[in-house]
Structures are given as C-alpha cells and as structure tokens.
C-alpha cells in the first residue's frame, strides 16, 4: 500500500517536471514578440540577436527615421554569422561574438527589409509603418 502512494507521488512529480521542461522550451521560441526597438537621440535602435539563426524573426520599427540594427553574436559558429541585406547592398561575416552595428538609411512606409544568411536557411524581417 505505501510503495503505491509512493510511486503514484514520483509519476506526480515525473509528470510535473516534463511539463515544466516543455513549457520552458516555448518560453525561448525565437519567434516570440519582445521589445527589440529603442529611439536614443533621434535615432531607431534595433536589437538581433545571432545565432542558429536570427531572433526575433520579425520587428515592427518606425518609418522615415535613420535606423542602426545591432546584430548581436555570441559564440555564433553557425553560418547566420554570414548576413546578407539585399535592399541594403549589405553584405558581411559577422564576428563570433561582439556586437555590428549596421547603419539604414530612412526607409518608406510599408518597406520590409530582410536579412538572409549567406545559404538563405535563416532569415529576419524588419517592417517599417
Ligand atoms: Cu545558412
């Protein structure tokens, strides 16, 4: 009788604990919204972070503002290191961890700026409103 309770109490906890894990894996989706957009002096801020691809996938930002996308790298060994932006004629290998500050010029309403590594595995979107 009381090795049942007990091992009815260890599926209990077995249970809890695998729900536990699945729901800290949702909570790190890289395709979450969060707060990637800052205004310092006149100028829009946008934070990427790299690394087995690009996070967030998609950012809402300001149009007719001059904007600097940080894209950020942290022992990034993967090849979303190696960024392309078409629109932008940008083109460059990050490095393995630091911080790259890449200058946009003004964009217009309604333009969706993307970033693709050099393979087009990985990419990112920026929409201007
Ligand atoms: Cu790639």
Redesign the pocket.
Same mark, same amino acid.
């Given at each position: 009788m009381k090795s049942t309770i007990i091992s009815i109490l260890i599926a209990i906890v077995l249970i809890g604990g695998a729900v536990f894990l699945v729901k800290g894996k949702n909570d790190a989706n890289p395709g979450e919204v969060k707060n990637n957009v800052t205004v310092v002096d006149g100028k829009q801020i946008i934070e990427i972070d790299v690394k087995g691809g690009y996070s967030p996938k998609v950012t809402t930002a300001k149009a007719d503002m001059p904007t600097v996308i940080k894209m950020k790298t942290s022992g990034t060994f993967d090849? &979303?290191s190696a960024l392309t932006i078409p629109s932008i004629s940008y083109q460059k290998n990050l490095p393995q961890s630091g911080v790259t500050d890449i200058e946009v010029p003004a964009q217009k309403v309604g333009t969706n700026l993307q970033g693709i590594? &050099? $393979?087009? $595995?990985?990419n990112f979107s920026v929409n201007f409103i």
């Open positions: 090849c &979303s590594c &050099s $393979m087009g $595995m990985y």
